[in-house]
């Protein structure tokens, strides 16, 4: 069967012979022009007019008050978490089924990662399993939850939406809510994605977005914090700008910051790359289509877009029996040029992390064994 799926590949990438990507970036003339005007403008590092113009698209099309552009969606993850107030120490609710940059940005603040299951359907942080750890493992105060054992502080929440799918939302804020845990979303993979017709990213008090080659649209590197509360975005901004005075000539400084802020050129790239991203998203959901309806047709299990979302279709899933039968897919199609890849080793699988204290995770194990990631790049979407 392995050999119908590449043929379909081939198909929709009308590609009969040459390796096809996981995911490959689309751009051209556009973004060669705004990157130019960027380099005309001699604006090419963190100040200029295209990081303010890119953080206002990215505001304007999640329906967020406030974005701040910054290196990578890892920086802005860290900053996020620090902004909300996650202090050495603290514990923070997460997913073990996620990129590593989660789990690292909550060990940046000096935090420890909690790990709980996610939902089969939507891949993502199950509300269910969060309220179940949480009155097992911890108790109201005034101040919020507190891990019943050690004592410490469990500060915030960070859900992800995975491969682009929406967790959700509606349940996991509830239980932020009644636990007093700051809600910050990993939204590094969703740009684009809705629950219930609101983006993802703006349903917690901050949320974060990535820009990586490999995403739905790129500035080379890149992240973005999205936030409606005024105050957190201008902490952002400073903290990812060396935590500098303003001031015309002096340099002054007074704390620790960090050199997070998105460089113009990158910038320049990503708002080309906001023109493009509805012909990107129909786009990939085309390709979404086809896959659906070939795995209908042959009794294969293609990851949907669970009910009331509408997802961004980063990567496309396919879910096989086990582990054995994912593997041996995985290098039949692999041997034949159409490049497939297993999702990420879970966290409480790696050594930095299996220590962490967590629930039961019967869903993520079953998950990484199972899933594997299909080409899912966009057909070219019409723009120069
Ligand atoms: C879930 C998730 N979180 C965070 C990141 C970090 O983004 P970046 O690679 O831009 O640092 C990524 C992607 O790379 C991701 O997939």
Same mark, same amino acid.
């Given at each position: ?9 081939r ?36 100040v200029?007019?295209f ?8 505001a304007r ?10 290196? +990578? ?7 996020? *978490? &620090? ?5 050495p %120490?603290?514990? @923070? #609710? !997460? ?29 993502g942080?199950s ?9 097992v ?6 101040s ?43 939204a ?5 994605s809705?629950y +219930? ?7 917690? *008090? &901050? ?5 990586? %080659?490999?995403? @739905? #649209? !790129?500035?080379?590197?890149g ?21 500098k ?61 669970p ?22 897919? &995985? ?5 034949? %040029? ?17 220590d ?29």
């Amino acid at each position: 069967m392995s050999e119908a799926f590449v043929r379909l590949v081939r198909e929709i990438y009308a590609e009969p012979r040459a390796p096809i990507p996981l995911h490959a970036p689309v751009m051209g003339a556009l973004e060669k022009a705004r990157v130019g005007e960027a380099i005309d403008s001699t604006f090419v590092s963190s100040v200029g007019t295209f990081v303010t113009g890119f953080e206002q698209a990215i505001a304007r099309f999640t329906g967020a008050k406030y974005a701040v552009a910054t290196v +990578n969606g890892t920086a802005a993850l860290h900053i996020a *978490l &620090l902004v909300a107030g996650v202090e050495p %120490g603290d514990l @923070v #609710i !997460t997913q073990s089924l996620s990129f590593i940059a989660t789990c690292n940005a909550i060990h940046y603040c000096g935090a420890e990662p909690v790990f709980v299951d996610v939902d089969e359907e939507t891949l993502g942080l199950s509300p269910d399993a969060l309220r179940a750890w949480l009155e097992v493992h911890a108790e109201r105060r005034s101040s919020g939850g507190v891990d019943r054992a050690s004592g410490r502080r469990i500060r915030a929440c960070v859900p992800m939406h995975t491969l682009g799918h929406p967790a959700r939302m509606d349940a996991i804020t509830q239980v932020c809510a009644d636990w007093g845990l700051i809600l910050i979303e990993d939204a590094a993979e969703s740009l684009g994605s809705y629950y +219930n017709n609101q983006h993802t990213g703006t349903f917690g *008090l &901050l949320g974060v977005f990535s820009f990586n %080659g490999n995403k @739905v #649209i !790129t500035t080379g590197g890149g992240g973005m914090i999205v936030t409606d509360d005024e105050a957190l975005a201008r902490r952002a901004r400073y903290l990812t700008t060396t935590a500098k005075k303003p001031h015309s000539w002096a340099f002054e400084h007074d704390e620790v910051g960090f050199n997070y802020r998105m460089p113009n050129l990158n910038a320049a790239f990503g708002v080309a790359q906001m023109e493009r991203l509805p012909g990107l998203i129909a786009s990939k959901r085309v390709v979404a289509e086809r896959y659906a309806e070939w795995c209908r047709a042959n009794g294969w299990h293609f990851v949907r877009e669970p009910e009331g979302t509408r997802s961004n279709y980063w990567l496309n899933a396919l879910r096989l029996p086990d582990a054995e039968a994912r593997d041996a897919f &995985l290098d039949a199609t692999n041997h034949a %040029g159409v490049m497939t890849r297993p999702l990420w080793a879970p966290m409480h699988r790696l050594p930095m992390y299996a220590d962490c204290p967590c629930g039961p995770l019967a869903v993520t194990e079953r998950l990484a064994d199972s899933l594997v990631n299909i080409p899912s790049s966009a057909l070219d979407n019409g723009l120069a």
